[in-house]
């Protein structure tokens, strides 16, 4: 009997939360509206506000995460094979100090402020400026169990993501 692979794929659509913040927006435009218009007027632009918004809100949550053993995608951008290096979950404590560091590292960032954890996904092609990927996972851990270290590992890089080089003397 053939087992599938593990695989994990999750979208990293919006809270709850920031539906609220839309429907709060729309609210407020409508209202503010119907002080110095007609109530049709104000009642338009509140569901365009809504569905402006609502549509922005779900296109930025529609990315989706896929992790595959010996492969991992996030929006467009993918790690295959030897390119992709160690898989580390990141706990909201730590998911927060990488994102402080990430600027100055040049690493890729594909981040949703909804969610607080993530994975740190180490970039193991040397032609590649960007040392490591930072991305948003409801289930960090679940992403390292799956994609696993199957690449080389990665290089010695400095924070500014050039490749390390010993020192000749």
């Known amino acids: 009997m053939e087992t599938n692979p593990p695989r994990h794929c999750e979208r990293l659509v919006a809270s709850g939360l920031w539906w609220g913040i839309v429907a709060l927006a729309a609210v407020i435009v409508a209202w503010l509206l119907l002080v110095a218009t ?57 998911w927060r100090a990488a994102l402080d560091r990430a600027g100055t590292d040049r690493a890729f960032l594909l981040t949703r402020p909804w969610i607080d954890r993530g994975v740190r996904v180490e970039v193991a092609d040397p032609a590649d400026p960007t040392p490591y990927w930072l991305v948003s996972t409801r289930r960090p851990a679940t992403v390292e169990r799956v994609v696993g270290h199957t690449g080389p590992a990665p290089d010695e890089r400095t924070s500014d993501g050039q490749e390390a080089r010993e020192e000749e003397g």
Do not use: K, N, Q, Y
Request: no cysteine; net charge neutral.
């Open 38 to 94: 007609s109530p049709a007027i104000a009642a338009t632009a509140g569901l365009a506000t809504l569905v402006v918004l609502g549509a922005g809100l779900w296109r930025w949550g529609a990315l989706r995460v896929v992790a595959e053993p010996g492969r991992f995608r996030a929006g467009d951008a993918s790690l295959d094979g030897p390119h992709l290096g160690r898989v580390e979950a990141l706990d909201p404590t730590a």
